[in-house]
């Protein structure tokens, strides 16, 4: 899909902190001259969002996150950003990090020929040794069930018996 190499960062294990994974991958990122550098919004494992923002203050980059649309044009860019109920356009120099939503781009499938192409490009596996973790994550477990609930009865009839029990079960009124 238009690389050129791969780098591979390897490491033994890969810890809950996005602040270890950050500076194993600004460390890599420094020596190289870009100018647009791509997060994800998330990863799946954490959920966090925090790397993108993270390693590009560690590069001293501006960083723009969640971006659905993307113009460059004389060493700007300008993103588009969806908030709930509203667009929000930003403006940032060159070289930036971005974090990227759904919606940027549209996955093309690659050819027979890219695909064969592809697999003649080196892909560099690099050992990283992660800095010391600051967050650990003791503990990961599904939420406990909850009791079924009820029907208590039908229509405008119901409601003084529903009231009655949210006031003495549930005592939320």
């Given at each position: 899909?238009?690389v050129d ?10 810890p ?5 994974i950050?500076?194993a ?7 190289g001259s870009?100018d ?5 919004k998330m990863?799946p494992d954490?959920s966090?969002?925090v790397?993108?923002?993270?390693v590009s203050?560690?590069l001293g ?13 004389d060493g700007?860019g300008?993103?588009k950003?969806e908030?709930?109920g509203?667009q ?9 990090v971005?974090t990227?939503d ?6 093309r ?5 890219g695909i064969?192409a592809?697999k003649?490009?080196p892909l ?5 040794q992660?800095p010391?973790p600051q967050?650990?994550?003791?503990k990961l ?6 009791k079924?609930?009820?029907v208590v009865?039908e ?6 018996e529903?009231v009655?029990?949210?006031q003495?079960?549930a005592?939320?009124l």
């Amino acid at each position: 899909m238009g690389v050129d190499r791969g780098i591979q960062l390897k490491a033994d294990k890969v810890p809950f902190d996005g602040l270890a994974i950050a500076k194993a991958l600004a460390e890599e990122l420094k020596a190289g001259s870009y100018d647009l550098i791509f997060f994800g919004k998330m990863s799946p494992d954490s959920s966090s969002g925090v790397v993108g923002p993270m390693v590009s203050e560690l590069l001293g980059m501006p960083c723009v996150t969640a971006i659905s649309s993307l113009e460059i044009a004389d060493g700007k860019g300008k993103a588009k950003r969806e908030l709930e109920g509203a667009q929000e356009i930003v403006e940032f120099p060159l070289p930036a990090v971005l974090t990227v939503d759904e919606g940027l781009n549209t996955a093309r499938l690659p050819s027979l020929k890219g695909i064969m192409a592809a697999k003649k490009k080196p892909l560099e596996v690099k050992p990283v040794q992660l800095p010391q973790p600051q967050i650990t994550l003791r503990k990961l477990e599904l939420p406990a069930e909850r009791k079924a609930g009820r029907v208590v009865g039908e229509g405008a009839s119901a409601v003084p018996e529903l009231v009655k029990l949210l006031q003495t079960e549930a005592k939320v009124l």
